[in-house]
């Protein structure tokens, strides 16, 4: 056939008039994204965000380079910024995160610092921000219980080297397999409760512990600040940060450059100075005095099965915390991509000395990266910077913390957890596949309920079940034919799929017919459960009495179709070919077949066959939907039908 390349792509005709490539729906062989010679779209270690920047995580397709420095300058003022930014979310949360563990609010700050000059100098990752993470407050506080503080030092230390083995050997790109659904309902799960969390300090109030305490206890909390007048002044200045943090962006020219919480900030010392103004403002103590060191009595403690459960326990649960925070950061710009191996060792490097001080464990924390991110950082720098100014802060100024309000930097929090809940995206993804929003709807709820981990790993289960209903798609269709009840299955049988298959099987049993023909040749995988249940119910007929007759395709021992003879003559499911001959091509009806019968729903069959009633598909038949639009110069062009290396069309 003129122009025929049994090599070339499905659509190639270099001959033909007015060709143009028909390629698949999204390719574009000349754009920058993708080139011949280039690496491929497959190339990159991990994968990245859609274009754009900000926290749109609704475009998961398009890759960006790995964990290196972007090419150009430094913006060293956006930098700055950015950390400052940082630090002002960061700080509350070393301390917070501290108090709930049962430990020294100083010990908090401490792992804040290493998160920052450790782990944010590594390359791992570019904008993910480490430090202690309230995912993990729950499970120190009941080891420092069980153990003691001093003991927790051990424990982080040899989960730190952990992560660095576990780094080493490659296994951190596991974490990588996540659904989109997922991670956003991770972010909207950590953002809910955060929000309800913070409200109590806003109002100089203690909060009472689970976020659905939190969120039940608003109302009382409401009426009691209404009653307090220093409440009332503390909770306005939450307020004002979050309403500057929500409008500051529309501020005019080089006023908005300076972060709105710093701004807030500068407001909340203001008003804390002010004569009879009685809010509560930070109090950190002295951080070298914190410091405590694992030594041998400490390390004699490995030879307890406690304590290498709880060491196990944390590497997983870190590892996996982090992890799933960097797939969600990425999704927040279209900057560097995650190194996972590499972040994996960084933050097993920060948690290792973090046991050397005694101090928490480190995670990645969405809090502070989507801070991050949406300061406008580009770089390392500006995360490696907020550890600077934690150092230097704590250990240099204390007094000028103990001048900022506790109530604005609540305010800061409550910011940053509505811009991770972003409620938008739930009636975006109601649109776009309801499947996927149950899932992302289930692990919001189920992270709010429990804790971020038993909420990631009951999203994934989700995910899992809603890809296997949607993997087994299976089509079955009956009919009487003279003596013979026919059922003639195509796609994917599963167990998932087996009382649809079981009704099929007894409703022509009970035909009454004598004659039963089973036509499973267009089923491209068949389970151990499917299978099964065919077999035992021609035995099961063929006891009776009745002729059944099995049409099964040549599967492997998973139950995957492989290359086989082609299907038998005589099945009067194949449509009959009508219409004009193909030029220049001896056809084989062997290796031509209409995938109609096989449920094909997405062409629906149509296109013209190849004369004659005989063989089915051929051994290794596949068929490929091209784009359905006329190409110049052809008229009424209609889709190919193709087989490997050759176009069936006119």
């Known amino acids: ?26 390719f574009f062989p000349n754009t920058p994204e993708y080139s011949r010679g280039s690496p491929g779209p497959n190339a990159t270690e991990d994968p990245g965000p859609g274009p754009g920047s900000g926290p749109d995580r609704s475009a998961p397709g398009s890759k960006g380079p790995r964990g290196g420095a972007p090419r150009g300058r430094i913006d060293f003022a ?8 940082v630090f002002l979310v960061a700080l509350p949360l070393c301390i917070g995160v501290a108090v709930a563990s049962g430990v020294p609010a100083e010990l908090g700050i401490i792992s804040g610092v290493i998160g920052g000059l450790v782990v944010g100098a590594a390359r791992g990752s570019t904008l993910q921000v480490s430090g202690p993470a309230a995912g993990l407050a729950a499970l120190v506080a009941e080891t420092v219980m069980e153990f003691g503080v001093a003991m927790l030092g051990v424990i982080v230390l040899f989960s730190g080297i952990l992560q660095i ?4 050997v490659k296994l951190g790109r596991m974490f990588q397999a996540i659904s989109l659904a997922v991670v956003q309902g991770m972010l909207a799960g950590i953002g809910l409760p955060l929000m309800f969390s913070q409200l109590y ?31 009332l002044i503390a909770a306005g200045l939450g307020v004002v940060t979050i309403v500057l943090s929500f409008l500051w962006k529309k501020a005019p020219g080089p006023v908005k450059k300076v972060p709105a919480a710093l701004v807030a900030v500068g407001i909340g010392i203001a008003v804390a100075s002010l004569p009879g103004v009685e809010v509560k403002t930070l109090q950190v103590g002295n951080l070298l005095a914190s410091v405590d060191m694992p ?5 004699s403690g490995l030879a307890d099965a406690g304590i290498i459960t709880a060491i196990l326990t944390f590497t997983v649960i870190a590892s996996a915390e982090s992890l799933f925070t960097a797939a969600a950061v990425d999704r927040m710009h279209s900057g560097p991509r995650t190194r996972y191996n590499t972040e994996l060792i960084a933050q097993g490097a920060g948690n290792t000395i973090a046991g050397v001080l005694g101090a928490l464990p480190i995670t990645a924390v969405v809090a502070r990266s989507s801070a991050n991110v949406q300061a406008g950082a580009k770089t390392r720098l500006s995360r490696t910077l907020h550890g600077l100014w934690l150092l230097a802060f704590a250990l240099l100024l204390p007094q000028v913390l103990a001048l900022i309000p506790i109530s604005v930097l609540a305010g800061v929090l409550v910011h940053s957890g509505w811009k991770l809940f972003a409620p938008d995206e739930f009636p975006k993804m109601w649109r776009q596949d309801r499947g996927e929003f149950a899932v992302m709807t289930l692990t919001t709820l189920v992270i709010t309920a429990t804790a971020l981990l038993e909420g990631v790993l009951f999203g994934l289960a989700a995910g899992v079940v809603l890809a296997a209903l949607r993997m087994s798609q ?10 013979t009840a026919k059922v003639v299955m195509a796609g994917n049988a599963t167990f998932l799929r087996l009382p649809k298959l079981i009704d099929a099987l007894e409703n022509a049993a009970a035909s009454g017919k004598p004659r039963i023909r089973l036509d499973l040749l267009g089923v491209t995988h068949l389970d151990h459960a499917c299978r099964s249940q065919v077999e035992e119910f021609v035995a099961q007929q063929r006891g009776a009495g009745l002729r059944v007759e099995l049409l099964m395709p040549d599967l492997t021992d998973t139950g995957t179709k492989v290359p086989a003879a082609a299907k038998p003559v005589g099945l009067d499911e194949e449509p009959a070919f009508t219409g004009a001959s193909v030029p220049d091509v001896e056809l084989d009806p062997a290796e031509v077949w209409d995938y109609a019968t096989v449920g094909t729903a997405a062409v629906g069959g149509m296109g013209q066959m190849p004369s004659g009633s005989g063989p089915g598909p051929g051994p290794t038949a596949e068929w490929f939907y091209l784009d359905t639009r006329p190409m110049p110069g052809v008229p ?7 087989r490997r290396g050759r176009d069936w069309s006119e």
């Open 1 to 26: 056939m003129p122009g025929y390349a049994p090599d070339a792509p499905a659509g190639y005709a270099p001959d033909a008039p007015g060709y143009a490539p028909t390629e698949p729906a999204g």
């Open 78 to 85: 956006t930098e700055i910024t950015a950390s400052l930014v």
């Open 474 to 483: 299976t089509v079955i269709r009956q009919h009487i034919e003279d003596d």
């Open 201 to 231: 300090p806003m109002s100089d109030s203690k909060a009472p512990g689970t976020p659905l305490e939190n969120m039940a206890g608003v109302p009382g909390l409401i009426a009691d600040t209404a009653t307090n007048p220093q409440a």
């Open 165 to 168: 083995v576990l780094g080493l």
């Open 636 to 642: 009424e062009s209609r889709p190919p039908l193709l």
């Open 295 to 299: 030594g041998p009595e400490q390390l």
